[in-house]
Each structure stands twice: as C-alpha cells, then as structure tokens.
C-alpha cells in the first residue's frame, strides 16, 4: 500500500524547478530526476499509461512514496540530480563504473608543510587536485621532478620542528626538513610551495622569472654552488613545460563517445584525444539494462562521468543527441571556469572526419563488446549446461541462490542469501537475514527460517523463483531446507548442500551425494557461491556481534549518553579496560556516583 501522504504531496507539488526522488515501500530512494516544472513533470507519471516506456512502467510499479527538492533554476537541478544519483545510486538510475581512472597530482595545502603525492581520486577535502595526467608517466615524471627540485617532503609524520635530526632525504637533498627547527622556516617553505602551483598550473613564465632573479641574485654574491642550483631548475621547469602543453592546453582537446547494445547489455567507449592524438581510452559495461532507452542512457552517462572526471576538453563528440545537451554543455563550461572565457560544446557530427572519428569509437565498442560479452557468454553457458548435466537438473540453472549461517556459541545467529546469474555473482540482489525464531546454536532450524522468509517473500510478490538453490552444510541442512519448500508448496524446485569437508555435494532426490573431480569447472564455480555465501554471512554477524558489544553494555547504564561513552572508550580502549580501569581514573572522567555505577553493571557481565 503506497504511502498516505503520496496524494497529498502530489496535490501541493511546486512549479518551479527542482530534483525529484521516488522511493519504494521501505523509504529506499529508487529513481532520481530533475524537472524545469515539478509539478508537471512528477504528474505525468500518474497521467499516460499507454505512453510510458516500459522502465517507467516497472518504476510506477515499485513508487510507494515521494520527496521533492527546490531550485532557482534548471541549470541547478541539473547539478543537483547529477550529484545525488551518485551519492545514492538509485535503481533505476544509470550508475557509470569506471575500468580506470587517471593519475592527477594532489598538493595537501590543508596542511601546514604540503606535500605532492599521486591519487586516482578526487575528493572534496580542501587539498589542490591537478591533472589528469597524460599518459600517467608525466604525472610519476612531475612528481620526481617536484621531489628532485623543489624539496617538499615526502612523508606524512606531524610536523611541530622537534625532532633532533632530519632524515636522509634532507642530506641528499630531497627535502627542506621542516621536521627540525632552524633548517627551513614555514615561510621559506611555503615560498617552495608556491612555485610548485606556478609549476602544475603552467605559469612557467612567472616562474621562471623568478627563477632567473634568484639566480642572477646567487651569482652576484658569488653563490655558485646557489646559482648552479637555480639554473638546474630553470632547465627543468622549461623541459617540463614543453611536456605539460598537452595538458594546459584546453582548446586542442576532444572526448569521443559510442556505444554499442545488444538486447540489455551495453559497452559504451570512450576516446580521449589531446592535440588531435588519441592518448587515452575508458570502457564501460552495463549487463542489465532493459529498462533504459540509449537517448536517456546516454545522456546520464556523460553526465555522471565529468561530474566525476577532474578533466573537461572542449569538445564532447556523440553518436547521437540526448536530452539537455545544452543545459549539460553550460554545466561542463561552469565546471572548466576557463579564463578565456572558453564554452565546451557537445556536437553530434553528421559527416567529414569527426562523423568517422565517431564510426571508429563505436567499431571499439562493438569489439570490447564482444570480447566481454559473447565469448564470456558462450563459456558460461557451456558450464551452467555442464553443471546440468552432473546434478541431473531439468534446465541450465541460470539463476542460482545459495544460503548460508553464521554464530557464535548460538548468539546473534544470521543468515545470508548470495546469487548468481548466468555464472556471474550478482552482488545487487544479496540478501541479509536476521533470524528471529531460533534459539541458540541450531544451524538447521536457521536455513529452514531463512529458506521459508526468502520464497514466501518472492510468493507473495509474484517475483520469479531460482533456477536451482545451494545450502552450505550436508543432508542435515538439505532436509530442513527442503521442509521449508515442501511447507511453501515448491519443493519442485532444485536444491543441492555442498558439505565443506570432503567437498561432497547432496542433491535432493538423489541417494547418493556426489564427487566432483576437483579439478571440475562445475565443482569451482559451485564453491565460489558456497563461498561468497559464507563470506557475506560472516561480516553481517561480525557487524551484528560490533553492534551488540557497543551498544548493550554501555548504553544501557543511565546517565551515560553519547559523549561520555565515546570519552571513556578513548581513554580506557575497551569494554575491558573500563572494567580494569583503577577507580581513581574512571572518578576523574564521570564523577563518584558514576563510576560506582558503572563498575557494579560491568561487573555484573
């Protein structure tokens, strides 16, 4: 039943611009989108059943509530949407996994002695991110020369200037040692630090100007060794800059999408080209998506991905041309902040050179496509018939759940659910269970809970049922599985234990278990389930027992709230050092009548 107040909220929806997030039936955001009028756009999901595609059909299906976010213009629910659909990952939305990402150079100006270190991650932590780097020697090359020539540290140790001695970075000359006092002040550092930005910002002219002074400045003083130095450095920063023009140069740029599609899988490439060059190529895949037409997949993908790129060229070359290329086009502008006042345009060429540069782009795709999908395809569909064959199954299990439990001594019992489709494990459709009827270490009465919870859910919604079911144990587990289906009226369905000892494998309505050779495809795929399932039990009973140990000893003693527990756990470590803890320290931390408190009720266990 959909939420009560979904009316309401349809009724009293704004006009104006904004983001709006469907949610299912536990509050879980599903779909992300962004409106110039909500009020219009939101509505029309309820209006035209006979014009909906056939993902806003299952979408309206699955929409049991609503929340709408305000903005002053379109321009900002465009950004607005693209950053939230990365934070929540929603659905049916598209989700852009990169392969690989590029080397940029990170400067940690948040700290008091910065540092220049490689990252393949942006992050929104106040440090000064440059790049990206191509190809990725020119960023480890920058980096060396930085270390070589600009002397910032390497390390990540706290810098207060008390220690006794620097390093040996210091004395061959790889670093300021601003670790001890009276070798480098903060000031001269920073000076250093300035001319390292002039450096990865390309003010090579500033720089060398510089450069060229302090020289000059040395060698009146008959500084030579000084002087020697700096004119080092003014040969490096020119070798450097010659190298960094590809970079610094936006206008020469170009990012080449295609893709190609076959039913729901889609290999989407992307060539990047600077100076008219090719220095650079980025795969994506998606095996799931039926739901979403190439216009609207597009248009999310190139969305996603400079929302996440630290690069915008100025030229986006598409097949073909999605919705919001304009309002995309000035967001990539906004985000490039060029001085020249630059506009990055999205064109989808027709003809001429850029038209084939796109037909060579999707020609890639199309081979990526089958070398990721139609080869793997075809050998995992060999496997899955093979695996037929050996249980003695009725179809090629293409949809396989296997289950597994996990205790300690019978507390915090849980059970987990893993799946994998078409020889592939499938981590969006796991499922955690927390068992509710079992009392104690009774690993036979937990699969037959989890194996009832499961299908009687998929029952009820109608949803379709496995190709064939592992439980990790052996006949003891099998049976009371099968009871569980027997008690829902599927016991039709396979189901087959693996025991882990002797890797002896029970398959329901077959007297004697099995034996695989170990060397046997079917055996490895089959203990890489029975294994993700034991791993994804195991940490949701870790975290099960982390929750547990933290919150019930604690936090049911009065007058201890949040602070006061996060105080005494860094003081004393542990549950176990407040129980040790001497009487006179837990008095300065919480006061007499606490501490007693607190020492009576640890006591107790």
Not at 140 to 155: A, E, G, Q, S, W
Not at 365 to 392: G, P, V, W
Request: charged share 30%; hydrophobic share 40%.
């Amino acid at each position: 039943m959909r939420s009560r107040g979904l009316c309401s909220k349809l009724n009293n929806l704004p006009s104006g611009p904004g983001v709006y997030l469907f949610k299912d039936e536990n509050g879980g955001v599903i779909y992300i989108g962004k409106a110039k009028a909500l009020s219009n756009r939101v509505r029309s999901y309820f209006r035209r059943p006979a014009q909906f595609d056939q993902k806003t059909a299952i979408l309206k299906d699955h929409l049991y509530d609503l929340d709408v976010i305000v903005t002053d213009s379109e321009f900002e629910a465009l950004l607005l949407e693209s950053t939230l659909i990365r934070e929540k990952q929603p659905f049916f939305n598209i989700h852009l996994k990169d392969d690989k990402s590029f080397l940029h150079i990170k400067l940690t100006v948040g700290e008091a002695f910065p540092r220049a270190v490689l990252t393949r991650r942006i992050l929104n932590d106040g440090a000064r991110y440059f790049g990206p780097y191509l190809p990725a020697s020119l960023a480890r090359n920058t980096i060396k020369v930085i270390n070589r020539h600009f002397l910032l540290r390497t390390c990540d140790i706290e810098i207060d200037g008390g220690l006794e001695r620097p390093c040996l970075e210091y004395h061959i000359k790889r670093c300021l040692a601003p670790c001890v006092e009276g070798l480098c002040t903060e000031k001269q550092y920073a000076k250093s630090v300035e001319e390292v930005v002039h450096l990865l910002e390309g003010k090579n002219r500033q720089l060398l100007k510089f450069l060229n002074h302090k020289m000059a400045q040395a060698s009146s003083k008959e500084l030579y060794e000084a002087a020697a130095f700096y004119r080092d450095r003014i040969g490096m920063v020119k070798d450097l800059a010659r190298q960094q023009k590809m970079i610094a140069d936006h206008s020469q740029d170009a990012d080449v999408f295609a893709y190609h599609q076959k039913g729901s899988r889609l290999a989407l490439q992307l060539f990047n080209l600077r100076q008219g060059r090719v220095v650079g190529k980025r795969e994506f895949f998606w095996e799931n998506l039926q739901f979403f037409a190439p216009s609207s997949f597009l248009r999310d993908a190139v969305q996603q991905y400079y929302l996440q790129s630290g690069f915008i060229p100025a030229t986006v070359y598409l097949p073909s041309k999605i919705e919001d290329q304009d309002l995309i086009a000035a967001a990539l502008t906004k985000k490039l902040n060029s001085s020249h006042g630059q506009k990055v345009k999205i064109k989808v060429p027709l003809r001429g050179e850029k038209r084939a540069l796109v037909a060579l782009v999707e020609r890639n795709a199309r081979m990526t496509f089958n070398t990721r999908f139609r080869i793997l395809k075809k050998q995992s569909l060999a496997l899955l018939e093979e695996m037929q064959k050996d249980l003695d199954l009725p179809s090629p299990p293409k949809h396989i759940e296997a289950f597994d439990i996990s205790n300690i001594q019978g507390k915090e019992t849980v059970g987990s659910m893993v799946v994998c489709e078409n020889g592939y494990m499938a981590k969006q459709h796991y499922r955690k269970f927390r068992i509710k009827t079992v009392e104690g270490a009774n690993d036979f009465a937990a699969i037959h809970e989890t194996i009832l919870r499961r299908y009687q859910r998929l029952l009820r919604k109608g949803k379709q049922l496995p190709d064939l079911i592992i439980v990790d144990g052996g006949k003891g587990q099998l049976h009371f599985a099968y009871q569980a289906l027997v008690k829902l009226g599927v016991e039709d369905i396979p189901l087959a234990s693996i025991a882990k000892r002797d890797e002896l494998l029970f398959v329901m309505g077959q007297e004697e278990p099995l034996q695989l050779h170990k060397t046997s495809p079917v055996l490895r795929l089959i203990q890489e389930i029975r294994n993700e399932a034991h791993r994804f039990a195991v940490a949701y009973h870790r975290k099960r027992r982390r929750m547990r140990d933290f919150h019930s000893i604690l936090d049911d003693i009065p007058g201890i709230g949040p602070k006061r527990k996060q105080r005494l756990l860094l003081n004393f470590g542990s549950i176990s050092g407040i129980r040790k803890a001497p009487t006179d320290e837990l008095v300065s931390l919480v006061g007499p009548r606490l501490s007693e408190t607190i020492k009576k009720q640890l006591a107790k266990g």
